[in-house]
């Protein structure tokens, strides 16, 4: 079955940067795409960012560009996110999700990853 | 401020029907651009309800139905029941410098 599974929870403090991951399984890895999506707490979700699996294009929503990377390591199924400069507007659960391309529904989704930006 | 605009909560009995707004305009919705729905449970990741305005992935329920018109798409739900009280969430694509994929600021549904 297809299952996405998520890095452990971290805490950061401000301006420093995070790498969370995804590490994907039950399905072929090249064939679709990850999207990210973030939730600060008590809010609503926010897309980050696209990357294709396939040939590691990306697409990044224009409030992180600059500022975000995301990658993938296809000999281990895994999509890697990467933010900087972190803010304590940065705390939130970080969602990956498996899509076809960008503006595709995330039809399977990772359990999240609670990252707290702190001094 | 979200791109698409939704009601911040709605509720209804059991049994009762519901319908969940997306509010969008001519750069997503009303440029003909597909919309997803979400459920979410608390604590928990979003669950796709429903794909390209209408069709249910399987194993969601046909209580719930999409629908889209102009610059608006629309959830519904019928029959409600307990386990329907979560946070609603619609998706589509912007083509303005707003950026690709957009979200709803979501709805918390209240089963009285």
């Known amino acids: 079955q297809v299952q996405l599974v998520q890095s452990g929870a971290e805490v950061k403090k401000p301006g420093a940067s995070v790498k969370v991951s995804c590490k994907a399984s039950g399905y072929t890895f090249t064939t ?21 699996a396939y040939n590691g294009n990306t697409n990044y929503a224009q409030k992180f560009q600059g500022r975000v990377t995301m990658t993938t390591d296809t000999s ?41 930006v702190s001094s | 401020q979200s791109v698409l605009t939704q009601p911040p909560s709605v509720s209804g009995a059991p049994g009762q029907r519901v319908t969940i707004s997306c509010t969008g305009s001519s750069s997503n919705i009303g440029a003909g651009y597909d919309v997803h729905w979400y459920q979410q449970l608390p604590g928990t990741a979003p669950n796709l309800l429903i794909y390209g305005n209408n069709n249910r992935p399987s194993g969601v329920p046909d209580r719930f139905s999409g629908s889209k018109s102009g610059t608006s798409a629309s959830l519904a739900i019928t029959g409600l029941q307990a386990e329907d009280e979560a946070d609603y969430y619609c998706q589509s694509y912007d083509s303005s410098l707003s950026g690709f994929v957009v979200f709803g600021g979501g709805t918390k549904l209240t089963v009285l």
Do not use: H, K
């Open chain 1, 32 to 52: 679709y795409g990850i999207s990210w999506v973030r939730q600060a707490p008590g809010q609503g979700l926010e897309w980050m960012g696209w990357i294709s």
């Open chain 1, 76 to 116: 281990t199924s895994t999509t890697y996110m990467e933010l900087r400069s972190l803010r304590s507007d940065d705390t939130a659960v970080y969602y990956c999700a498996r899509v076809r391309v960008a503006a595709s529904p995330g039809d399977y989704w990772g359990q999240g990853i609670l990252v707290t």
